[in-house]
């Protein structure tokens, strides 16, 4: 055991437990480096128009192109493809860019995934000049999803609705297999104008 005095110089450091630092050479591992590109356009100005504009309008006009999307759509690779009361539908689509240590595909994909449906679906219920924050997210992973697994869609449905807080739970599912890969619920906290 290695005892540090305040004030006092270290007589001994405590043993290196991260990795040595890379030096900027490739992995020895023969495959060629990938890389991946992405663009996204700036989130607009919030005019007097967006103001006034209601959660659902501003994901339809999002659908429609009018609006950009959240960047970070295209910094995972998932986008919205369905708008409605109380409904948000995004898809996602799996890649080795997104593995973990394990070689699966990292949870908090998933995570992103299933909160940005989550926030949406209730998003879609709120007035103009209304927004919303997550305050709490619960994540249920019940299956590894793997570089090649086909696209995932996943769906959000808002529960609840109140002057102060929402709730809503999502699933993602396989569309090519229609299988569970993950639920979650969220508690979302409502910040009305004024």
């Known amino acids: 055991m290695t005892t540090y005095e305040t004030g006092a110089p270290e007589t001994s ?7 040595p630092p890379r030096t900027g050479a490739p992995p020895q591992t023969g ?12 989130r607009p100005e919030m005019t007097p128009e967006i103001l ?4 659902l309008e501003i994901l339809r006009a999002s659908l ?3 609006l950009p999307g959240a960047s970070m759509m295209s910094t995972l690779g998932f986008r919205l493809t369905e708008a409605a009361e109380g409904v948000a539908v995004f898809e996602g689509d799996p890649g080795d860019h997104l593995l973990n240590p394990m070689g699966t595909v990292h949870g908090g994909f998933l995570a992103t995934l299933l909160d940005s449906a989550l926030g949406s679906s209730v998003m879609t219920l709120l007035p103009a000049g209304t927004a919303y924050t997550t ?5 249920h992973m019940i299956r590894p999803v793997m570089a090649d697994t086909p696209t995932l869609r996943c ?15 999502a699933r993602v599912t396989g ?3 229609g299988k569970l890969y993950a639920h979650a619920t969220t508690t ?7």
């Open 31 to 42: 495959a060629p480096l990938r890389s991946r590109t992405h663009t996204w356009e700036p």
């Open 135 to 139: 305050v709490q997210l619960g994540v």
């Open 175 to 177: 569309t090519h297999d």
């Open 188 to 194: 979302c906290a409502i910040l009305r104008a004024g």
């Open 13 to 19: 450091a405590p043993p290196r437990t991260s990795a």
């Open 155 to 169: 769906e959000g449905t808002a529960l609840h609705v109140g002057r102060t807080t929402a709730t809503a739970e």
């Open 64 to 66: 429609k192109g009018e």
């Open 52 to 55: 006034g504009m209601s959660g």
